[in-house]
């Protein structure tokens, strides 16, 4: 399953080129392309038909090439990268000014993170010992802008076909959402986008629990968009105390259904499809895209999630789902 030597190969002389290449990461798969090459960051754009000024994250080999990307790195970054590196933490940070307007959309900060999964880890090695020791490959989900983000290599394939010319098959995303985003570059760090590493979680180096933060006046980020992550089938949230309710109306007006639900189907009035998903937060974050991917191409009219707990640690799957309902049906 793991890429060859040739794979590898291939995959560096492509990015010394200027061109994409799928990645896997253990949070979803990336399309990447030289960090530091305008032209090749404008084809990342060009394949996802991503906003110009949507910024993109920077994945790096090791936090030793953080400084040649980033200025004034508080030392509270620094303690977050001893302890969540490798990992889905990106790192928003004031910029080095040579660093691409491409990559920053155009802002004073950039985005970092030293990705978890072997694959990817290997390759910004093999790019960093054939470019620079500091080089990186910018690499947002490898999806239409908007839409899905792939969680398998097949999935990479199905949303951008011939755009990428090299997919790297790492198996299926460990996380399978994108990673917890913290702001450094303004003074008291905040999250800006929650992810599988929690606030909670983050309160042993702040010594308290950040604050998530989405007003105006921060940094933009990825996936910060009200919709995002979207299935092309219109997309409905449900309590849980209405669900059956809601699919019985359903199927009496003689609409087709999909359902994702943390609980068993009834007995009875079955909807056309039903994904029963894990009842805890990771292993329902692991595999929410490819549920959703699977009830966009179920045939039906309206795809139904059944509404999540309100507790915090489901605060990043919530996220997602929100801006995929807000998003959902405008294919």
Known sequence: MFPSEAD????????????????????????????????????????????????????????????????????????????????????????????????????????LRVPGHPVALELLRRFAAAKSKHAGIAAPSANRFGRISPTTAVHVAEELGERVPLILDGGACKVGIESTIVDCSRGEPVVLRPGHILPVHLEAVFGRVPAIITAAGAPRVSGSLEAHYAPTTPLRMVAGERLLDFINAQRHRGGRCAVISANQPPQAGMPHAWRLMPADPVGYAHDLYAALRDMDHAGVELIVVEALPADPEWAAVADRLRRAVAGAGQG
Request: charged fraction near 20%.
């Open 8 to 111: 590898y190969q291939r995959a560096v002389d492509l990015l010394l080129a200027g061109e994409l290449v799928g990645m896997p990461t253990e949070t979803v798969y990336g399309l990447g392309a030289d960090a530091a090459n305008p032209a090749a960051v404008a084809r990342i754009f060009a394949a996802k038909g991503r906003p110009a000024d949507h910024p993109l994250i920077v994945h790096l080999a090791g936090h030793d090439a953080v400084d040649y990307w980033a200025e004034q790195v508080p030392d509270v970054a620094w303690e977050l990268m001893e302890n969540f590196w490798p990992g889905p933490l990106t790192l928003i940070l004031k910029k080095q000014a040579w660093v691409p307007d491409a990559v920053t959309g155009g802002q004073d900060t950039v985005g």
